[in-house]
């Protein structure tokens, strides 16, 4: 599937109604281009507006950019792997970065042959990667500008593929994104990916080490007692201590296969200690947050105002039933 983009102004503006305000914040600082010995260079916002029309459609917009001239990328793979165990993002080769500008290789036919036939010669061995994601769909041919690059669109793996890696050892091989980049992941990470690829097990049902009763926070744990006996008067369950209860909710169990027991990351976080959840053997990326729409602005372009209400250091208990009835509205 082949692309062309239009570089003309008026082309934008007119398609600038479907944009987000994202793209027309950066409208401002658009078509500030470098010239330099006929050969096009692009700052980290004009570049960006060619690829956001490109994968406008796309349920991502994580973006990698590497040269492919003098072929296929070694660090390609890392970026896959990051791209699949994280939230999934697109590959494009055919655009060297370099100290925030962004010059186009211009790939020719041949190379890109060569290019693709590398790929999926690589994507389909499990000494390259460990698993292929991707459908011929998610592989395209585009222009910017009249010159050729190859859009890698990587979905995010499924529980049950992850960790994706590179070679045949995971714990040398797999790696996430954040913001500086892709990273290679520690081995309790890895592990951590394992135990959640169980399909036999629900992800939140993982036995979590070496955490006890001083990593719940007990008047959560009251409160939903009480919200409980609210709710179900009479039920056998309020009669029951705080250990057992905590198994019928699911926030402690014991494996039979392998004897292990102890509270499970539903049950953390659930009711645990918000500096506990952000250990890395448990959920380091917790962050439970919520929008509230405090007023409605009557904008020419349509768009609502809404304002951000970060809550901070909570419990899960508590933040549900703070937000649940303003959800509900």
């Given at each position: 599937m082949h692309y062309c983009l239009n570089n003309s102004i008026l082309a934008f503006f007119t398609r600038s109604r479907e944009l987000s305000l994202k793209c027309f914040r950066r409208l401002l600082y658009t078509f500030a281009f470098l010239t330099s010995d006929s050969t096009m260079a692009y700052d980290y916002n004009s570049i960006q507006l060619h690829v956001s029309e490109l994968i406008k459609h796309r349920e991502t917009t994580e973006v990698e950019f590497k040269s492919a001239k003098g072929g296929f990328p070694k660090s390609f793979w890392d970026t896959y792997s990051a791209f699949a165990n994280t939230h999934g993002g697109t590959i494009i080769l055919g655009v060297k970065e370099a100290k925030g500008l962004f010059t186009l290789n211009g790939l020719t036919d041949d190379e890109i042959d060569k290019l693709l036939k590398e790929f999926w010669s690589g994507v389909h061995n499990k000494s390259t990667i460990n698993v292929?994601?991707?459908?011929?769909?998610?592989?395209?041919?585009?222009?910017?500008?009249?010159?050729?690059?190859?859009?890698?669109?990587?979905?995010?793996?499924?529980?049950?593929?992850?960790?994706?890696?590179?070679?045949?050892?995971?714990?040398?091989?797999?790696?996430?994104?954040?913001?500086?980049?892709?990273?290679?992941?520690?081995?309790?990470?890895?592990?951590?990916?394992?135990?959640?690829?169980?399909?036999?097990?629900?992800?939140?049902?993982?036995?979590?080490?070496?955490?006890?009763?001083?990593?719940?926070?007990?008047?959560?744990?009251?409160q939903y007692r009480r919200l409980f006996s609210l709710a179900k008067p009479g039920h056998p369950w309020l009669s029951l201590e705080n250990d057992e209860l905590m198994r019928k909710l699911g926030g402690y169990r014991k494996d039979r296969e392998t004897r292990e027991e102890g509270f499970t990351l539903a049950g953390l976080l659930m009711f645990g200690k918000y500096d506990s959840i952000k250990e890395e053997t448990c959920a380091p990326r917790f962050f439970p947050d919520y929008k509230k729409s405090l007023m409605i602005l009557a904008k020419p372009d349509g768009l609502t105002a809404y304002i951000q209400t970060g809550l901070g250091k909570v419990i899960f208990s508590n933040f549900i039933v703070e937000c649940y009835p303003n959800c509900r509205k």
């Open positions: 292929c994601l991707l459908k011929d769909s998610d592989v395209e041919v585009a222009e910017i500008d009249g010159k050729k690059v190859i859009l890698f669109h990587i979905p995010q793996a499924q529980r049950d593929q992850r960790p994706v890696h590179r070679t045949l050892d995971a714990f040398n091989g797999t790696y996430r994104r954040n913001y500086e980049g892709d990273y290679m992941c520690g081995n309790a990470e890895v592990r951590r990916m394992y135990a959640d690829a169980d399909v036999n097990r629900p992800a939140d049902g993982r036995i979590l080490k070496n955490y006890s009763w001083d990593d719940i926070d007990m008047p959560s744990f009251e």
